[in-house]
């Protein structure tokens, strides 16, 4: 069982908006702004697209959005395009005992 | 630019002791401005963080394997590397090596990733 909750799958049309939630406690998502964002296709590594809960690195489209209420982390996608069907994982800073937590991660489908 | 590459056995039998190393390329380890870290991947499943470790020597370690992991780093070459014991099926997996950002947490650089299967 992973630390942070996500949905298991979340879907849309090319074109559409969809969110994915990032649910924790008030030991990780809840106390620190330190909530990043990787996008992973089949076989391939992890790739960062969200950090400090809504920052974007350099190179990745700002179609892609972060934001944080509460306990609750939430990615959204606008435009959505064929290419960004991929599995999506959140992580959180959780302290200096625990240090990082993932999600157990949400795979996005673009129908 | 930076570069991250993971090697190792690719089967290791039960109860023995997984040894991988990440070799940087592009950079150096002994940067201030990161940690260095492990992250697994078993198959069909998500993430799971294992440590991270700073040049100096400093490691930060996932509570759930703590009892059974090292991580240490060799800045002369410009290598960090993971040791899990008493590996059982269970710790079958891909295994990443990835730069972590110090005082963000952030993993922006990864490596490849390697397989890693425990069977006898």
């Known amino acids: 069982q992973s630390a942070l909750t996500q949905p298991a799958s979340v879907s849309g049309s090319p074109g559409q908006s969809i969110t994915i939630s990032c649910t924790g406690t008030?030991?990780?998502?809840?106390?620190?702004?330190?909530v990043s964002w990787y996008q992973q296709h089949p076989g391939k590594a992890p790739k960062l697209m969200i950090y400090?809960?809504?920052k974007r690195p350099s190179g990745v489209s700002n179609r892609f959005s972060g934001s944080k209420s509460g306990n609750t982390a939430s990615l959204t996608i606008s435009g959505l395009q064929a290419e960004d069907e991929a599995d999506y994982y959140c992580?959180?800073?959780?302290?200096?005992?625990?240090?990082?937590?993932f999600g157990g991660g949400t795979k996005l489908t673009v129908l | 630019q930076l570069q991250l590459q993971e090697s190792g056995p690719g089967l290791v039998k039960p109860s023995e002791t997984l040894s991988l190393t990440c070799t940087v390329s592009?950079?150096?380890?002994?940067?201030?401005?990161?940690?260095w870290g492990w992250i697994r991947q078993p198959p069909g499943k998500g993430l799971e963080w294992i440590g991270s470790?700073?040049?100096?020597?400093?490691?930060y370690y996932n509570p759930s394997l703590k009892s059974r992991v090292t991580i240490s780093v060799d800045t002369s070459k410009n290598q960090f590397s993971l040791k899990l014991s008493s590996v059982t099926a269970a710790d079958t997996a891909v295994y990443y090596c990835?730069?972590?950002?110090?005082?963000?947490?952030?993993?922006?650089?990864w490596g490849k990733g390697t397989t890693v299967t425990v069977s006898s």
């Open positions: 992580c959180s800073y959780a302290g200096s005992s625990t240090f990082l937590v």
């Open positions: 990835a730069r972590q950002v110090y005082g963000d947490y952030l993993l922006d650089v």
């Open positions: 592009g950079g150096s380890i002994s940067s201030s401005s990161y940690y």
């Open positions: 008030s030991s990780d998502v809840g106390s620190y702004n330190l």
């Open positions: 400090e809960v809504s």
């Open positions: 470790i700073y040049y100096s020597g400093s490691t």
